[in-house]
């Protein structure tokens, strides 16, 4: 079974820190991109960042350029997105996808439709 599973969030102060993981199973993640998206209560879902299934190429949404990483380790299946300097603007449920051809050199496709598996998500705080 496919399956994607998110973990890392929690409550954190501003200019603090997180990491989200995602964590595949049932697939390997070399031939899917994986996104991360986030959804604010009473907010739309909006893409925070990607990275292709090559781990080549990244994109990142103008809110969380210079302050978010995403990164991947194949060896585990799993991708993560370094949180750095963490506003109240961030504090939203966090979900990872995985789909096919959604991050490449011309940038990342957020369309929901062209993600094929979703995690549950996980909720991250920012308050002080």
């Known amino acids: 079974q496919l399956q994607l599973v998110e973990s890392g969030g929690g409550s954190v102060q501003p200019g603090g820190s997180l990491r989200l993981s995602c964590t595949a199973s049932g697939f390997t993640v070399d031939y899917y991109g994986v996104g991360w998206f986030r959804q604010a209560p009473g907010k739309e879902r909006e893409g925070v960042s990607c990275i292709s299934g090559s781990g080549s190429f990244t994109d990142y949404a103008d809110s969380v350029k210079g302050r978010f990483t995403i990164s991947r380790n194949t060896a585990k299946n799993t991708f993560y997105l370094q949180m750095n300097s963490l506003k109240p603007e961030d504090t939203a449920v966090y979900y990872c996808?995985?789909?096919?051809?959604?991050?490449?050199?011309?940038?990342?496709?957020?369309?929901?439709?062209?993600?094929?598996?979703w995690g549950q998500g996980t909720r991250v705080t920012v308050s002080s």
């Open positions: 996808a995985a789909g096919a051809f959604i991050c490449t050199d011309s940038g990342g496709t957020y369309y929901r439709y062209d993600y094929d598996y």
